[in-house]
């Protein structure tokens, strides 16, 4: 966990970092209402491919920038640390992603939300049989997220509750990968809490 923060507080998390403030200086020019959400949650993670793989323990901790444009649509671009991967029976995988998705939101009722978008994960660390196959592993992850959010105001601020898909679009192993053959795509599912403030 300690190396995924520091891989974080490194290269890509400067670029993200200065991605995100770029996006609220746009709320002076556009008019439009901005909110930061820092985000944290559990959930279940596997990789398709294998038949007798097993879930084990997903985590996602983060920070989001959302945009709203009307009381019903907005915009979220967030920045997270992502644990995925797959327990076997004699050996486990575990893949560290720096991971941005940016998903579109519609409010369907009053405090509850859909949301939908494209996620590209940065590969930090990828071990498998407690041997490291970063070498072996696709550097990129491509993935579709998709759920629904939940939030209870207090005050002027908003506490979130996130039910989050991840699914894998692309093989994220190489040819070459010593312990895993085939097509093998990460799959995951995510609860978060999340703290929504305004700027």
Same mark, same amino acid.
């Given at each position: 966990m300690v190396k995924a923060i520091k891989g974080f507080t490194g290269g890509k998390g400067i670029l993200l970092a200065i991605m995100m403030l770029s996006l609220t200086q746009t709320e002076k020019v556009q008019g439009l209402e901005f909110k /930061?959400? *820092? +985000?944290? !949650? &559990?959930g279940l993670s596997r990789y398709s491919g294998v038949d007798y793989v097993r879930s084990q323990m997903g985590v996602i901790a983060g920070l989001a920038v959302g945009a709203e444009f009307t009381d019903r649509w907005s915009l979220e671009l967030s920045g997270f640390y992502?644990? +995925? =991967? =797959?327990?076997? /029976? #004699? +050996?486990?995988?575990?893949?560290?992603y720096v991971a941005i998705p940016l998903t579109l939101r519609f409010r369907i009722v009053d405090r509850v939300s %859909? &949301?939908? =978008? *494209?996620?590209? !994960?940065?590969l930090m660390n990828a071990v498998s049989n407690e041997q490291s196959v970063r070498e072996f592993t696709e550097a990129l992850d491509f993935s579709l997220v998709f759920g629904f959010s939940y939030y209870f105001p207090i005050n002027n601020d908003r506490l979130v509750f996130e039910f989050l898909?991840?699914? !894998?679009?692309?093989?994220f192993s190489k040819e070459?990968? *010593? @312990? /895993?053959? =085939?097509?093998?795509?990460?799959?995951?599912? @995510?609860?978060? %809490? !999340?703290?929504? #403030?305004s700027l």
């Amino acid at each position: 966990m300690v190396k995924a923060i520091k891989g974080f507080t490194g290269g890509k998390g400067i670029l993200l970092a200065i991605m995100m403030l770029s996006l609220t200086q746009t709320e002076k020019v556009q008019g439009l209402e901005f909110k /930061i959400t *820092p +985000k944290a !949650g &559990l959930g279940l993670s596997r990789y398709s491919g294998v038949d007798y793989v097993r879930s084990q323990m997903g985590v996602i901790a983060g920070l989001a920038v959302g945009a709203e444009f009307t009381d019903r649509w907005s915009l979220e671009l967030s920045g997270f640390y992502l644990r +995925k =991967g =797959g327990r076997e /029976i #004699f +050996k486990d995988s575990i893949l560290e992603y720096v991971a941005i998705p940016l998903t579109l939101r519609f409010r369907i009722v009053d405090r509850v939300s %859909v &949301l939908i =978008g *494209p996620q590209i !994960g940065f590969l930090m660390n990828a071990v498998s049989n407690e041997q490291s196959v970063r070498e072996f592993t696709e550097a990129l992850d491509f993935s579709l997220v998709f759920g629904f959010s939940y939030y209870f105001p207090i005050n002027n601020d908003r506490l979130v509750f996130e039910f989050l898909i991840d699914a !894998g679009m692309t093989d994220f192993s190489k040819e070459i990968h *010593p @312990y /895993i053959t =085939g097509d093998n795509r990460n799959r995951a599912a @995510y609860v978060t %809490v !999340g703290w929504c #403030f305004s700027l």
